[in-house]
């Protein structure tokens, strides 16, 4: 479409101070967004008990996945498409929709008054809508500050988005560590201020400034790449699950017809969306290169962070506070503080990152900075089970810088790349790869360290017990149990000891009750598979970042789309008029070698 027939929007004035508010208004919903899809990990056990449901029991699993996964894959699913509803009426009319959607269901979801499972499937549903908000906020984020920051200062501004959104994940770890405990309500009434507070200062000040592209919706685009990602997601969800007699569920054939239904269905949306005429996404994007390149970049970063993050918590909360004295309850909280050194490094490298990239371009800061998380890896399978902290905390501070040398120019370089009218769809599609990665990351490294327990935990476990006069046949239908189970209640900081052996404590010793319920017994039976598999997600982790770090060095030099001048905005936020459409990829420039 030539560049005048998309409609140059500003519905409000802009000031020379407009920038930093869209900003800091859009960082706040971020960090909100973030902080939530991680604060349900740390408080999980609370909210079970809340609504009094055992997360041990088998039944009960889909319960503990759809409540930690769900907001993850309804996010994953929806930012394209709501990124691109608002490259067509609006992105801060949708971004202030989002903050409303946010608040309104952050309250629901702490007004059950059911319990057991019936509370746990409203949570869900709660859950679930919280997480259109989210992605709301998350679609149109990156494009309302594209809109609002010149070239030369928007790696500045999307480092600053991008660190707020990752450090939030680690935030969200603590403040559920710590509200959990007081009332499980408050893991969701903790965003409610917040959200009105945003919601208020966003309707008031933010002003729609971006072309906006009058077109119909695609329903059959927005319809096939919805259900082709859920089936995909769910199917890696349930993957991890125990199936028959097998440990795990990647031989369950409804887990493999979802996994290979939604990948058809995908492959049906690429093909329909290079066949309408107002598609949801424009598969010619793919063919500028910075944006492909950026993209992949991400995709493969974020396959190597999202799961192995889970695993590291699970190394704390599992292992090694308990050998130090914390006791099981407490270890979420722990877990989350213990973790801070990797929020640290974020916090560091990545506004710093944005501002070398907008003099230097992407290439290099992004390239340096993934393959510097596999160098991360590479040093951490060197740790013993017990490390030293200290060790330990160089590390994550390292991996923290590294992330943030990636990220905020690597999304800085898919966004100057993306024509103006296609910010929305072109930052919801960014969003989606690395949201989707995240958990096809966490069912990859759950099922790689599951390998590594079904190996040799059974033998351990069933050797373990006996020695401490458990009889021989509960101890081998212990042993025999899916390992998935002992690795969620590390997850959850529970202790499964008391709870799997049940009455048979009543006839045992009280020092051998007090050894198998202490806390050395657990952790040391699980380290040395633990270890085992989680070498080998390092191992993947290293790879993955490495191919990040291929795909990011063919994104070429410093690359910036012409944009068409908007009379309505302000002098310092628009380059010279482009000579071509503004929607073609051949209007865009090369300014200089990154």
């Not at 060197?382 to 040398?405: E, I, K, T």
């Amino acid at each position: 479409m030539p560049a005048s027939a998309a409609t140059a929007t500003a519905s409000g004035p802009r000031g020379i101070h407009y920038k930093w508010i869209a900003l800091s208004n859009t960082t706040l919903g971020l960090l909100i967004s973030t902080i939530n899809s991680s604060i349900v990990l740390i408080s999980l056990p609370d909210i079970f008990r809340g609504i009094r449901l055992d997360p041990l029991a088998p039944a009960n699993s889909p319960y503990f996945l759809w409540l930690l996964m769900g907001y993850m894959v309804v996010t994953a699913v929806l930012v394209v498409s709501l990124g691109r509803v608002g490259d067509m009426y609006g992105r801060v009319r949708m971004y202030n929709l989002g903050f409303v959607v946010f608040t309104v269901f952050s309250i629901l979801l702490s007004l059950t008054w059911m319990s057991g499972p019936s509370a746990a499937l409203y949570l869900i549903a709660m859950r679930v809508l919280q997480g259109v908000g989210g992605a709301m906020l998350w679609a149109n984020s990156s494009a309302i500050l594209t809109d609002a920051f010149p070239p030369n200062q928007r790696g500045l501004a999307l480092g600053t988005n991008m660190v707020a959104a990752i450090a939030g994940s680690f935030i969200g770890l603590v403040l559920g560590g710590v509200l959990g405990p007081i009332s499980w309500r408050l893991v969701f009434l903790v965003s409610v201020p917040v959200g009105v507070f945003g919601t208020v200062w966003a309707y008031r000040m933010l002003r729609d400034s971006g072309l906006r592209l009058p077109a119909r919706l695609d329903w059959w685009g927005n319809l096939t790449f919805a259900t082709g990602l859920i089936a995909l997601l769910v199917g890696i969800t349930y993957g991890i699950l125990p199936y028959g007699g097998e440990t795990m569920g990647w031989t369950n054939p409804m887990v493999l017809g979802l996994m290979g239904g939604g990948i058809a269905v995908l492959a049906a949306f690429v093909w329909i969306e290079t066949r309408v005429a107002s598609p949801m996404l424009r598969i010619g994007l793919f063919r500028i290169r910075a944006f492909a390149a950026g993209n992949a970049a991400a995709l493969l970063a974020s396959l190597a962070r999202g799961g192995l993050m889970f695993i590291m918590i699970i190394w704390l909360q599992g292992i090694w506070l308990p050998q130090h004295g914390v006791s099981f309850a407490q270890t979420p909280l722990w877990a989350g503080i213990y973790m801070l050194p990797l929020t640290a490094g974020f916090l560091l490298a990545g506004p710093a990152a944005g501002v070398l990239a907008d003099h230097y371009g992407s290439r290099a800061l992004a390239t340096g900075g993934v393959a510097g998380s596999a160098l991360v890896f590479f040093l951490f399978q060197f740790l013993p089970p017990d490390f030293n902290y200290p060790v330990f905390a160089v590390l994550l501070l390292a991996y923290g810088l590294s992330s943030g040398l990636f990220a905020s120019p690597n999304q800085t370089g898919i966004m100057n790349s993306l024509p103006a009218d296609q910010r929305g769809s072109g930052a919801g599609m960014a969003a989606t790869f690395q949201n989707a990665a995240m958990v096809l990351s966490i069912g990859i490294f759950f099922s790689l360290i599951i390998v590594g327990l079904a190996g040799s935990l059974p033998h351990a476990l069933d050797r373990g017990l006996i020695a401490q006069g458990v009889p021989a046949a509960t101890a081998a239908r212990l042993a025999h149990l899916p390992p998935v189970g002992s690795l969620f209640a590390a997850f959850m900081g529970y202790n499964p000891m008391g709870t799997l052996l049940g009455p048979v404590l009543h006839h045992l010793s009280s020092a051998q009750v007090s050894i198998l319920t202490g806390r050395a017994f657990f952790p040391h039976l699980i380290a040395p598979p633990f270890m085992q598999g989680l070498r080998e997600a390092f191992d993947f982790a290293i790879g993955a970042c490495l191919l990040a770090a291929f795909a990011s060095a063919l994104r070429g030099g410093r690359y910036i789309h012409q944009e068409v001048r908007l009379t309505s905005a302000p002098a310092e936020s628009s380059p010279a008029p482009a000579p071509r459409s503004a929607t073609a990829p051949g209007a865009a420039r090369i300014e200089h070698g990154a």
